[in-house]
């Protein structure tokens, strides 16, 4: 039977200690605040950062609506037994029309018409769960995303040794004068403006509850 958990997932920064969300099945994920990449393997791993036990309570004795937060220093976690809603209607989808999208390979259809669309489980994702069968409303790994995306309007800030205007672009940190050279490094305000913090947001993961409780018994 597949089930549907709606998963908030943030971890602790290693380089700064401030919650990075985690948003979809990515990769890794960069620190807004001190740009720390953090690679989602290993230490970091899938199945540390939603761990197996999380599947086995939700397949064997969580209700619908119900939550779990398991407790970890370093990630913050919350899931919750719901389907995904239509985002037409609102409606929540069953496990009736998840199973139909996977068998056809169509998006989860409402009977109102409104669909949502299945996205595929990458395969480090699938290494550590291979029950998990696609997600609904994830974020989605764009190697070419730089993380650059400057918000609002220029910003004049001024050299701190000889006052000239800097060229604060906000794609480097540590801004050179063009007159004296010399190296001012962005204040944390000024720099999170420049690099809004994304926010944790809920995402979807359908998996298959009978084939978790299955691995158990083998
Ligand atoms: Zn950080
Ligand atoms: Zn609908
Ligand atoms: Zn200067």
């Known amino acids: 039977m597949i089930l549907s958990l709606e998963v908030r ?20 994920v960069k620190c807004a605040r001190c740009m720390e ?4 393997s290993g230490e970091h791993g899938w199945n540390k950062l939603l761990p197996g036990s999380l599947f086995v309570s939700a397949a064997r004795s969580l209700k619908p609506g119900e939550t779990l937060r398991p407790e970890n220093k370093r990630v913050n976690l ?23 999208a996977l068998v056809k390979g169509t998006p989860l259809t409402c009977k109102c018409g ?32 730089t993380g650059a995306a400057v918000s609002g309007g220029p910003v004049v800030m001024q050299c701190m040794k000889c006052q000239a205007t800097l ?3 906000g794609t480097k940190r540590l801004v050179e004068c063009s007159y004296c050279t010399a190296r001012n490094y962005l204040p944390d305000d000024l720099w999170l403006a420049l690099h809004p913090a994304p926010k944790r947001e809920s995402w ?13 018994q083998r």
């Open 167 to 169: 060229p604060v672009d």
């Open 37 to 40: 990449v953090t690679q989602l």
């Open 204 to 216: 979807f993961v359908l998996f298959d509850g009978g084939e978790v409780l299955d691995g158990l």
């Open 9 to 28: 997932l943030s971890l602790s920064c290693e380089g700064c200690d401030s919650g990075v969300p985690v948003n979809g099945p990515v990769p890794q």
């Open 78 to 100: 919350s899931a919750t037994l719901r389907f995904p809603p239509c985002p037409t209607c609102g409606e929540a989808h069953d496990t009736r029309r998840a199973k139909l």
């Open 114 to 145: 409104g669909q949502s669309v299945l996205q595929p489980v990458p395969s480090a994702f699938q290494a550590c769960h291979p029950s998990v069968r696609g997600f609904v409303d994830a974020e989605v790994y764009e190697a070419a995303d």
